[in-house]
């Protein structure tokens, strides 16, 4: 028998249970509005946001944030008990706080600038200004010591705008204070910029940004947070008017030459805290005796006796390749006629040179395959990175997806050659390989080693056929041999009479059919009695698919119901998605 005290805890509890519950859940950061500043959706009360870390986009119900603020950093939510997601109020843009906008002069503060915030020779966007740029003056210094000026002015870079594709405009001036605006080489898309695209500084000219333009843009945006179109290039050091380019300028102005022994170089003493200066002599010597600890002298030889016993004797100087006596023996009686080193894996690059001929097997773009005239399979293997060099693009890069057996005095390596590199039917030089992910050189960006596809029209099937799958506007994309991450996003749905219908949406090998669960998303509505029913959702499914040859992949809907009307894909009101990223990045 439970004790009253027992009771009555046991009835708060079960009070407490049955309170309704309340509040917001599912509670996110995001950013107003599309990647190109698209906020308003054409539905009343429905916004555009986007998650700040993948760029996904989702509808949402707005009521506080300003819908004139692309780029503006909201809260995300939705409250218990609802479906449909809405904006709950606005967020701090700043991970850190910047001190309060005080500084106390007797003691420590960390104050967090951003770059925007040093004014001489700042560019800005100029607000509802198009492409027209804002530039800010500064003082310069010349190469001979003297000083010029940089004035306050604007300049319209809708000339420079690509008509297709994307590229980078470098803004720079000369010691006269002229401006010079120079176009960079345009690639396919925004997304695949990259520093690398940034035009080189001219010689005797200081750099202020570089600014990204595309075609459809309409307006330049500087937020590092959110939208940003500008990449800043000044340099931030001490020197005469804030210009870190007039001693730069003066060396590259003097004239070449070779030093002596008795020529001076300053250099900065930390255990004196000064500057001091040093001879080409003392230099030279000094690099002398620290290679002299590392490598052998001219000359020197490798030493081993002449019986058969005695190749496991190994000179000291050879002791940190870990070549075996093994090996030697080999090498002497022609049973092997390469020495593999085992002290590391090629240059400090990352990069080792290939053996043998490499030479144009087959394409099929953007998978390619190489053949080499020697055994390959025990220094190359999949997910390893390779490097070429063809008279047409000349260095190349690949992933490398399969290795063939050695066969007929030949290895067949089949690479990837991502969006930028297409093996040609030519000569190949200067081959490599690495075990490495990142070796020098190599271009990491994922944007570069995925296939993708994307759509912005309303595609539907009307009176589908109950279970069969449809492939709606013939959307598919070929995946290449590999090991793929593959994400799809998409909204879809169905029109209804009847009680309850769903809509199913999935990846498949087929164009009628399901071939991956996994890759499978369903909307079911239950419209409790009303006569007709329009439901979509944005589904985002994702899976690892591994392909032993290139095959082509549909986006196919079905309802599993009698009697629907129209079953639809709604890419007009969301962009469809489909990515596949190389999954040996």
Known sequence: MPTPLTNSRLRKALHKVRQPQTGWIDVSDKVMGTAD??????????????????????????SIAPTDRPGLQVKVGRLVGENIYR???????????????????????????????????????????????????????????????????????????????????????????TIYATDGTPVAAKEVLTPTDIPAITAGR????????????????????????????????????????????????????????????????????????????????TLTTAFDALYSAIGHTHSYMADDADYSTISTNDADTDITGLELEELSDGSETILHSHAG???????????????????????????????????????DRVKYTQATGGTKYGIVTAVGAYSGGVTLITIYGGTDYNLENEAISNPYYSHVKNPFGFPPSPAKWSESLADTTQRSRATPTQNTWYNAGTLSLALPIGVWEVELQATFGVVENS????????????????????????????????????????????????????????????????????????NDLIPLNLTAKCAYL
């Not at 590092?224 to 005469?240: E, W």
């Not at 190489?370 to 025990?378: P, R």
Request: glycine share 12%; hydrophobic share 35%.
């Open 37 to 62: 500043g698209t906020v308003l959706t054409g539905i009343a009360g429905m916004i555009y946001v986007r998650d700040p870390q993948n760029g996904q986009v989702i509808t949402v119900y707005n």
């Open 87 to 177: 904006v709950k109020g606005l967020r701090d843009a700043y991970g850190t706080p910047a001190g309060g906008g005080q500084i106390s002069p007797h003691s420590h503060n960390d104050l967090y600038l951003g770059r925007e915030r040093f004014l001489p020779f700042l560019v800005l966007p100029i607000s509802g200004g198009g492409l027209t740029i804002q530039i800010y003056g500064d003082t310069l210094v010349k190469a001979d010591g003297t000083f010029g000026w940089i004035e306050n002015q604007t300049l319209d870079l809708t000339s420079h705008a690509p008509a297709a594709g994307a590229l980078y405009v470098l803004i720079e001036a000369d010691d006269d204070g």
């Open 206 to 285: 200081k750099a202020s940004c570089a600014v990204r333009l595309y075609d459809g843009q309409t307006q330049l945006y500087r937020d590092p947070a959110t939208i940003n179109d500008f990449v800043d290039l000044r340099s931030f050091t001490s020197g005469g008017g804030g210009s870190s380019g007039g001693v730069g300028a003066a060396i590259n102005a003097a004239a070449a030459d070779t030093p002596l022994d008795a020529d001076e170089f300053g250099f900065w003493d930390v255990v004196d805290a000064a500057l001091k200066k040093i001879t080409w002599a003392n230099i030279i010597s």
């Open 345 to 383: 894996s090629g240059g400090g690059d990352g990069w080792t040179a290939g053996t043998g001929t490499w030479s144009y097997s087959s394409a099929d773009d953007p998978t390619f395959v190489i053949s080499v005239d020697n055994d390959q399979t025990a220094l190359i293997g999949v997910g």
């Open 499 to 570: 009680a309850s219908s769903n809509c199913w949406i999935t990846l498949s090998t087929a164009n009628n059919s399901e071939s991956n669960t996994a890759m499978t998303a369903l909307v079911n509505i239950n419209s409790g009695g009303a006569s007709s029913v329009t439901k979509y959702i944005s589904a985002y499914i994702k899976d690892l698919i591994t392909l032993a040859s290139k095959t082509t992949h549909y986006i196919n809907i079905k309802t599993s119901n009698t009697g629907v009307d129209n079953i639809y894909l709604r």
